[in-house]
């Protein structure tokens, strides 16, 4: 496997960004954590710095490898420092916003460094063929909360060259995390496999059953957590908006159709545990 240099940079700094950075920091890795809203970059910053004081009260890591840990990061609202062997986009779920950024990081870069998207939905392929280096294009998909969440999906390309995924690959396994490589199609494989789950889960709700019923029905399956909890973990932004793209990029199925309930939460701001309401509410 190729060697990885000791440093990365995470752009967008939500609560993927914020994660994927604490996890890189955690393992050693100098992070530089950028975006251009500074009340996002201090909010990512008050994010790590809480889950790291939990984790050494719990008694999981002494002040001294706490403050090492935040002496990895750098935290940067100039996209000039945003420089790396890897670079991973985490930003909103917008595919022209994504191309820009990479367009603007590839300038910076070159053709050196290695430009993964952790996009949970949208086309690998059509960043690569809008990058101007899409041999070094690909995707890594992590899973929320990503300090947590063992497996890592990464997304070649017809355009990937070999050497990108196999250096992806050793990165994940170094963060402490289990790689899975798959082509780029609608919803990866997760995403794909788990959308009817949700879906269903919704039109049960849409047909007059309680969410805490349901909820609770799956969890006495074997399920540990039930499809609106997780949800609201993950986001109801986010799952609306996988749910939405895949669900065109397959031709716009009826089993596939996004419920309008999920509609009304993002509409309402009601996004789950990061907006303290979605379909249950949460203590700040």
């Given at each position: 496997m190729p060697a990885i240099n000791k440093t990365i940079c995470v752009c967008g700094a939500g609560t993927m960004g914020a994660g994927i950075t604490q996890a890189a920091a955690q393992q050693g890795f100098a992070v530089i954590l950028y975006d251009l809203n500074p009340a996002v970059l201090q909010q990512a910053r008050d994010q790590v710095e809480n889950n790291l004081q939990v984790l050494h009260e719990k008694q999981k890591l002494s002040l001294a490898e706490k403050a090492s840990i935040i002496e990895n990061i750098q935290w940067s609202g100039d996209i000039n420092q945003c420089r790396a062997e890897i670079i991973i986009e985490a930003i909103v779920e917008n595919l022209p916003a994504k191309i820009d950024l990479f367009k603007q990081l590839a300038a910076i870069n070159g053709p050196t460094a290695i430009y993964a998207s952790n996009t949970s939905s949208l086309a690998i392929t059509a960043i690569a063929l809008a990058h101007p280096f899409p041999a070094r294009v690909a995707?890594?998909?992590?899973?929320?909360?990503?300090?947590?969440?063992?497996?890592v999906e990464v997304?070649?390309?017809?355009?990937?060259?070999?050497?990108?995924?196999?250096?992806?690959?050793?990165?994940?396994?170094?963060?402490?995390?289990?790689?899975?490589?798959c082509n780029d199609a609608p919803g990866f494989i997760v995403n794909r496999v788990a959308r009817p789950f949700y879906i269903e889960s919704l039109r049960l709700a849409e047909e007059g059953i309680p969410i805490p019923v349901i909820d609770a029905l799956m969890t006495a399956a074997g399920f540990k957590m039930g499809p609106f909890r997780l949800m609201d973990l993950i986001g109801n932004d986010i799952n609306y908006a996988v749910s939405c793209s895949i669900y065109e990029q397959m031709g716009e199925p009826a089993r596939l159709k996004p419920s309008f309930i999920q509609q009304e939460k993002v509409a309402q701001g009601k996004l789950g545990r990061k907006s303290g309401a979605g379909y249950y509410t949460y203590s700040a």
């Open positions: 995707g890594l998909h992590f899973f929320n909360p990503a300090t947590l969440m063992k497996l997304v070649q390309t017809i355009h990937s060259a070999d050497n990108t995924i196999q250096t992806l690959v050793q990165l994940v396994k170094n963060l402490g995390k289990t790689p899975v490589v």
